[in-house]
């Protein structure tokens, strides 16, 4: 059974910055990529962030530079740390495996996600 459960977000004024946590239940966790994505409200979910099994990070355009992923492995654990925030990013953010490196595709499994909210 897949459990996503991330938390760590809130409202922040622009230029401020949180640091997201995801803890995952699934199996094969240490050599899975890992990903978070977020869904602005009237959009559709979008990439931010993925970390592979063995630490390669990628990030989307519009975060790089301010947005930093990274993986505990024994805790089964995934952190985004936002920095610089921008009203942009307000968004529903989740965590989830990457089912495809080349795209960024997630599985469909997905935990409650957690609300960023940047105030200007």
């Known amino acids: 059974q897949v459990q996503l459960v991330e938390s760590g977000g809130g409202l922040v004024q622009a230029g401020g910055s949180l640091r997201l946590s995801c803890t995952a239940s699934?199996?094969?966790?240490?050599?899975?990529?890992m990903g978070w994505y977020r869904q602005a409200p009237g959009k559709q979910r979008e990439w931010v962030a993925a970390?592979?099994?063995?630490?390669?990070?990628n990030y989307a355009d519009s975060v790089k530079g301010r947005f930093s992923i990274s993986r505990e492995d024994a805790k089964k654990m995934v952190y985004l740390q936002m920095n610089s925030l921008k009203p942009e990013d307000t968004a529903i953010y989740y965590c989830?495996?990457?089912?495809?490196?080349?795209?960024?595709?997630?599985?469909?499994?997905w935990g409650q996600g957690t609300q960023v909210t940047v105030s200007s």
């Open positions: 989830n495996a990457v089912k495809d490196w080349n795209t960024r595709s997630a599985y469909d499994y």
């Open positions: 699934l199996n094969g966790f240490s050599i899975r990529g």
């Open positions: 970390i592979s099994h063995f630490g390669l990070t």
